[in-house]
């Protein structure tokens, strides 16, 4: 099919193969012309001039236009060799023009002059440090991001994310890490909180719920004591109880909170240093991880992250959209000036397109001769010359009019000479 291009294209070249056989029949009537004249008439000299001149412009039409007309198809449609080029020769021209895009453009270093010469890490710095650019760019990464995460699959995402949770979970001794973190807590006082909200929550506890705690002890008395002797032990272990909570919690010194920092501080010790420890840790640190409960929520990490990447993604306010704009803005600003950073990143460019013309470039010019080999030798002829027939047809003219020139001029170079 041709488009309508193509279509305004052959108009033109068929306008000027009506210009050039019109050429051919004046000069050819203007021979016929001059040579009657010249035995009818017995015209003088000028008539010799004038038909060795249209004589000489015949041939060179002729020639011309054989030489046109075989490059297309087969001229008055006999079999004569080496004609119809284009539609015969078609995938050797494919072939060739591959080659030669292969040699001449994809070569390493005419493409690294080249890339070299475009100044791209300046041009691309001064490009994003545009903020209209910066948006448009942050806008295509928001849109491909959710492209990606709309095709990926939950279910197989949490499969890999919980495997690898799980994996670095179990290969990481978090003994240690934890003895480290505990100990620079205790020594910066970090816990002496969690010790006065545990001591507040109890106390509030014990006030709310005394009638329970007095209930317990008695509970657990003998049967053979009295029950008056029950209540007042029960009253006297709660009021205890109770005055020991309330120091604690009012008293920094309180001996017990120095025995929760001692206890802290040789667990910290030991979680680092002592082996049984740290093996009941990871033992208990397996277990927590084989129940269902908690690959549950490690599974679940995914749709969550996913969720909250999508939204932010698609708010164009969005911390995420706004770093990620800002980061550009900077990365331009930094990158039109700093010669340093544009020779660094240029030359990864560089390095990157060289790798893939000089590994790839065989697959990179079949394209052009794949293409080619696909299409219709008769339809490829009729494409071709659609696009190169009106400056070809130029050829024929040309060869009308210097043969013309000449021919008279061979022949005048003869009659000067006496021949």
Not at 95 to 118: P, Q
Not at 119 to 133: D, F, K, S, T, V
Not at 299 to 313: E, L, P, Q, V
């Amino acid at each position: 099919m041709f488009s309508a291009a193509d279509e305004e294209r052959r108009r033109g070249v068929r306008r000027m193969k009506t210009t050039a056989t019109g050429l051919l029949i004046l000069v050819a009537l203007i021979y016929v012309l001059a040579k009657y004249a010249q035995h009818a008439w017995g015209a003088g000299g000028w008539a010799g001039y004038v038909a060795a001149a249209a004589e000489a412009g015949m041939v060179g039409a002729l020639a011309d236009w054989f030489a046109v007309t075989a490059l297309f198809r087969r001229p008055l449609g006999l079999p004569i060799p080496h004609t119809a080029i284009i539609p015969t020769k078609k995938d050797q021209l494919g072939i060739s023009l591959g080659e030669f895009v292969g040699e001449n453009f994809l070569s390493s270093d005419v493409v690294k002059a080249r890339l070299h010469s475009l100044g791209i890490g300046g041009r691309l710095g001064a490009w994003l440090a545009e903020p209209a650019h910066a948006d448009r760019v942050t806008a295509e990464l928001a849109t491909a991001l959710r492209g990606a995460l709309t095709v990926l699959r939950d279910a197989d995402v949490q499969a890999v994310v919980g495997e690898a949770i799980t994996r670095r979970a179990e290969t990481a001794e978090i003994a240690p890490g934890i003895g480290k973190t505990l100990e620079r807590v205790v020594a910066d006082g970090g816990h002496h909180r969690a010790v006065d909200l545990v001591c507040a929550k109890a106390h509030d506890w014990l006030v709310t719920h005394g009638q329970s705690v007095m209930d317990a002890v008695q509970g657990g008395a003998p049967g053979w004591t009295p029950r008056f002797v029950d209540r007042k032990v029960g009253d006297r272990v709660y009021k205890e109880l109770l005055r020991f909570v309330t120091e604690m919690r009012d008293m920094p010194e309180h001996p017990a909170r120095g025995a929760v920092d001692r206890f802290l501080t040789d667990f910290a010790a030991d979680l680092q240093s002592d082996t049984e420890t740290q093996a009941r840790v990871e033992r208990l640190k397996s277990e927590l991880l084989e129940r269902g409960e908690v690959q549950d929520v490690i599974a679940s990490a995914w749709t969550a992250i996913r969720s909250m990447i999508i939204s932010a993604a698609e708010d164009e306010h969005s911390e995420l959209r706004l770093r990620v704009r800002s980061s550009l803005m900077s990365l331009g600003a930094r990158l039109a000036t700093d010669g340093r950073l544009q020779d660094k990143v240029e030359g990864w460019i560089e390095g990157a397109v060289v790798y893939v013309v000089t590994n790839y470039r065989t697959e990179i010019t079949s394209l052009i001769t794949d293409t080619v080999a696909a299409w219709d030798a008769e339809h490829t002829s009729r494409k071709i010359e659609a696009h190169i027939g009106r400056d070809l047809q130029f050829i024929r003219i040309n060869g009308t009019v210097v043969g013309a020139l000449a021919g008279l001029l061979i022949y005048t170079v003869s009659r000067a000479f006496g021949a």
